[in-house]
């Protein structure tokens, strides 16, 4: 396409202006996918605007699915505006559906969760039921969490799981372009959410405790707008944050405004004990904790309490479109949470789910593959080739997750991501089936201490 074609047809040239004209022309067909772009510095010469202005309309259009970038071919247009797609998480082992065993996916055994047939008659004479007056939090429900939370929430609101109530978080404090500091590896879903708001992802290191805090001191520098992390259960890697890491990531994070967003995915099922820096930041700390893994995907709850402000904007932004969440699922939960024999299944749970990820890891350990973490429903398993490693599982009717995919860019070292929670509790059958991942972690060969 030629540049000054294209700048005769622009009529604002702001970035926004720019993004407009050229998804008008691909709506109509005047610019057919397959065609070339002219590059940002032809056309912002045409405009007699800078190259950043281009390049910001470029990617609006890239982040719509309208346009793509590569080095050979330069920017070629897709087609018309597509809704942006979770890539990472739907490309999590499509691998068919002959096999036997699905270890892709970190979902709860349906075995060890709470029956809701009491909870739901109960929570069926809620306070306010059918009434339109959006409540945050049913009183039930709070007085069902606020005990446990680590520390003084300054505002509560229940939403609809867990990545949810992080996705509206960063989404009512990032605008397009800002920066959010996140560990990597990190949650599929979470670096599709973020890439999704438009922000600029500056990643955290981690180790065995949590956010490593010279990686952060460096992001810190970028002056994101919030610092997104788990603190225990952490997926994939499985670490859990200590007190004394947490006390040397909150002094780094002391003289900065950045929003600390701490998601806790697994809750009441990690084995570790919740360390916050609620208690030092209350007011620019939110914790998301949902509850789907322990109680129920179906309640499809998380409850998010911290940061007045923060929590406030996730409000407005909701009562755009949901408004609340159900008052039948909130005191649904709440008649859960305050159950003794519900809590004596989820104590049972926590110790059926930390027994199979150990002794997954102990039987991979014996055959020379080292997982790391001590906490959570995955395994993050480091392989000598990843697409070599998934087609060997999945030769053996095994499918796993592919590491790159928790990455924000390439992979340091291949992993694959093993869900445990459903594993089964036939030591044979376990030791069988850690033959096979091992093989397919080594290749046949014994990896590197440093892999």
Request: some cysteine.
């Given at each position: 396409?030629?540049?000054?074609?294209?700048?005769?047809?622009?009529?604002?040239?702001?970035?926004?202006?720019?993004?407009?004209?050229?998804?008008?022309?691909?709506?109509?067909?005047?610019?057919?996918?397959?065609?070339?772009?002219?590059?940002?510095?032809?056309?912002?010469?045409?405009?007699?605007?800078?190259?950043?202005?281009?390049?910001?309309?470029?990617?609006?259009?890239?982040?719509?699915?309208?346009?793509?970038?590569?080095?050979?071919?330069?920017?070629?247009?897709?087609?018309?505006?597509?809704?942006?797609?979770?890539?990472?998480?739907?490309?999590?082992?499509?691998?068919?559906?002959?096999?036997?065993?699905?270890?892709?996916?970190?979902?709860?055994?349906?075995?060890?969760?709470?029956?809701?047939?009491?909870?739901?008659?109960?929570?069926?004479?809620?306070?306010?039921?059918?009434?339109?007056?959006?409540?945050?939090?049913?009183?039930?429900?709070?007085?069902?969490?606020?005990?446990?939370?680590?520390?003084?929430?300054?505002?509560?609101?229940?939403?609809?799981?867990?990545?949810?109530?992080?996705?509206?978080?960063?989404?009512?404090?990032?605008?397009?372009?800002?920066?959010?500091?996140?560990?990597?590896?990190?949650?599929?879903?979470?670096?599709?959410?973020?890439?999704?708001?438009?922000?600029?992802?500056?990643?955290?290191?981690?180790?065995?405790?949590?956010?490593?805090?010279?990686?952060?001191?460096?992001?810190?520098?970028?002056?994101?707008?919030?610092?997104?992390?788990?603190?225990?259960?952490?997926?994939?890697?499985?670490?859990?944050?200590?007190?004394?890491?947490?006390?040397?990531?909150?002094?780094?994070?002391?003289?900065?405004?950045?929003?600390?967003?701490?998601?806790?995915?697994?809750g009441e099922l990690s084995v570790s004990p919740m360390v916050s820096m609620g208690?030092?930041?209350?007011?620019?700390?939110?914790?998301?904790?949902?509850?789907?893994?322990?109680?129920?995907?179906?309640?499809?709850?998380?409850?998010i309490g911290g940061a007045a402000d923060a929590v406030e904007r996730v409000r407005?932004?909701?009562?755009?479109?949901?408004?609340?969440?159900?008052?039948?699922?909130?005191?649904?939960?709440?008649?859960?949470?305050?159950?003794?024999?519900?809590?004596?299944?989820?104590?049972?749970?926590?110790?059926?789910?930390?027994?199979?990820?150990?002794?997954?890891?102990?039987?991979?350990?014996?055959?020379?593959?080292?997982?790391?973490?001590?906490?959570?429903?995955?395994?993050?398993?480091?392989?000598?080739?990843?697409?070599?490693?998934?087609?060997?599982?999945?030769?053996?009717?095994?499918?796993?997750?592919?590491?790159?995919?928790?990455?924000?860019?390439?992979?340091?070292?291949?992993?694959?991501?093993?869900?445990?929670?459903?594993?089964?509790?036939?030591?044979?059958?376990?030791?069988?089936?850690?033959?096979?991942?091992?093989?397919?972690?080594?290749?046949?060969?014994?990896?590197?201490?440093?892999?």
């Amino acid at each position: 396409m030629d540049a000054a074609w294209l700048a005769r047809r622009i009529a604002d040239p702001s970035a926004r202006g720019i993004a407009a004209a050229l998804t008008d022309l691909i709506r109509e067909g005047s610019v057919a996918p397959q065609t070339r772009l002219p590059t940002v510095r032809g056309l912002a010469r045409e405009l007699r605007v800078s190259s950043g202005t281009v390049a910001e309309a470029w990617s609006e259009l890239r982040r719509h699915g309208m346009i793509r970038t590569d080095r050979r071919r330069g920017t070629v247009v897709l087609g018309p505006p597509d809704v942006p797609r979770p890539i990472r998480y739907e490309r999590l082992g499509h691998w068919g559906d002959r096999l036997a065993i699905d270890l892709t996916i970190a979902s709860p055994d349906a075995a060890l969760l709470p029956p809701l047939e009491a909870a739901l008659i109960a929570a069926a004479s809620a306070d306010g039921l059918n009434d339109y007056a959006r409540a945050t939090i049913t009183p039930r429900l709070r007085a069902a969490v606020e005990p446990s939370w680590p520390f003084p929430a300054r505002s509560w609101l229940a939403v609809g799981g867990g990545y949810e109530g992080v996705q509206l978080l960063c989404q009512t404090t990032a605008l397009p372009g800002e920066r959010i500091a996140i560990e990597e590896p990190t949650a599929a879903r979470l670096l599709d959410i973020l890439e999704t708001i438009g922000v600029e992802l500056v990643p955290v290191a981690c180790d065995e405790d949590g956010p490593v805090p010279a990686s952060l001191a460096k992001a810190l520098r970028a002056r994101p707008v919030a610092f997104v992390y788990q603190p225990r259960g952490q997926s994939p890697c499985g670490h859990a944050v200590t007190q004394e890491r947490s006390a040397e990531l909150a002094a780094l994070l002391e003289p900065t405004s950045t929003l600390i967003v701490e998601d806790d995915g697994i809750g009441e099922l990690s084995v570790s004990p919740m360390v916050s820096m609620g208690a030092r930041f209350p007011d620019r700390t939110v914790l998301v904790r949902s509850y789907s893994k322990s109680h129920g995907p179906d309640l499809r709850i998380a409850v998010i309490g911290g940061a007045a402000d923060a929590v406030e904007r996730v409000r407005v932004l909701r009562s755009f479109g949901t408004g609340w969440t159900s008052r039948i699922l909130q005191d649904t939960l709440a008649h859960l949470l305050g159950d003794a024999e519900v809590r004596d299944g989820v104590t049972r749970a926590r110790a059926v789910y930390a027994e199979r990820r150990a002794r997954l890891a102990a039987e991979l350990a014996a055959r020379g593959v080292r997982t790391g973490g001590r906490d959570g429903l995955v395994l993050w398993v480091p392989v000598r080739d990843e697409p070599a490693a998934l087609v060997t599982l999945a030769a053996h009717g095994i499918s796993v997750a592919p590491g790159s995919r928790y990455v924000i860019g390439p992979a340091a070292s291949p992993h694959l991501r093993l869900a445990t929670a459903r594993l089964t509790d036939d030591p044979d059958g376990l030791a069988a089936l850690a033959d096979v991942i091992a093989l397919a972690a080594t290749g046949g060969q014994r990896l590197s201490s440093s892999t």
